[in-house]
């Protein structure tokens, strides 16, 4: 072995290991919020914010997880948030990728126009948006029901975006064959399109399910009745004026996250691969 390779080592082992305690460390700290999540849930409120601070179990998760599920309605508008987010993602997914394929692959006067429409439209805020929708869901008797969560917001400008770009790397050739062949489109579409960028799908169906699961601001406005609050407004609901019990509020916290959590696991490789996609030009 030469001097350099022997000198070279050495420099590689130190990196390495520099390398690998600073991911150590930052998953760490990135773990240490949830970590106190889950153990705040065990305690009741007076405990939770004891000095030193509580980092082992305790023995009350069972009653805040009783309380935040009788006490309040917390328990239904958790079954609202997953009929509404899971709604919404299976609808919004149709309409992206149905909206993306017209993009990328058939010409039509408006084409460039329209995609431009949807591009400007990720400029905007959705405060801008709050006021004349609220209006409109007035006027149409909307008000305080699950289609006004679902309907408006069904076209994400995203995930249009998102598609659009995935579809723009499946050669034409491809489809023209099919065409030729005799294949409808509907059969281009659902066959040979859509199992392509199946990564992509995935993607925007964890972005649909958490730009849902997580609104707040619309539905507050939107919805009246308790019944037919969704998780994050029924959260706000837990912390009381004058007294607030942080075990139940902190358990309902716990109790929001699992559904993203458990989504994301079960769809973490689709997901990076979707975001990847089209990064690296053939």
């Known amino acids: 072995m030469t001097d350099t390779a022997l000198a070279t080592t050495p420099h590689r082992r130190t990196k390495s290991l520099v390398l690998t305690t600073t991911i150590t460390a930052g998953a760490v700290l990135m773990a240490l919020p949830f970590y106190w999540l889950i153990i705040a849930t065990t305690y009741p409120s007076s405990e939770i914010f004891s000095t030193p601070p509580n980092f082992l179990p305790g023995d009350h998760f069972i009653q805040n997880f009783v309380g935040v599920l009788t006490d309040t309605l917390f328990g239904r508008a958790m079954l609202n948030s997953l009929f509404v987010s899971l709604t919404y993602t299976v609808l919004g997914l149709i309409v992206c990728t149905a909206a993306g ?67 723009t790397a499946v050669p034409d050739e491809l489809i023209q064959a099919a065409r030729i062949d005799g294949a409808g489109e509907f059969r281009i579409f659902m066959g040979i399109v859509v199992p392509t960028v199946r990564p992509a799908i995935a993607a925007l169906a964890i972005f649909l399910f958490l730009a849902q699961w997580n609104d707040f601001v619309y539905p507050l406005v939107v919805l009246r009745t308790p019944e037919a609050y969704t998780a994050p407004v029924a959260l706000a609901t837990l912390q009381g004026i004058g007294t607030t019990d942080y075990g139940q509020l902190l358990m309902g916290t716990f109790l929001s996250m699992l559904p993203v959590l458990i989504l994301f696991l079960f769809l973490q490789r689709q997901f990076v691969a979707g975001i990847l996609a089209g990064a690296v030009k053939q």
Do not use: H
Not at 121 to 149: C, E, H, K, N, R
Not at 150 to 156: E, F, K, R
């Open 101 to 167: 394929y017209a993009f990328a692959k058939f010409t039509f006067p408006g084409n460039s126009l329209l995609f431009g429409v949807v591009l400007v439209t990720l400029a905007l805020p959705s405060q801008v948006t709050l006021v004349p929708l609220f209006q409109l869901m007035v006027s149409i008797g909307w008000l305080d029901t699950y289609q006004a969560l679902i309907l408006p917001n069904l076209a994400l400008p995203f995930g249009i975006f998102l598609i659009k770009q995935t579809m």
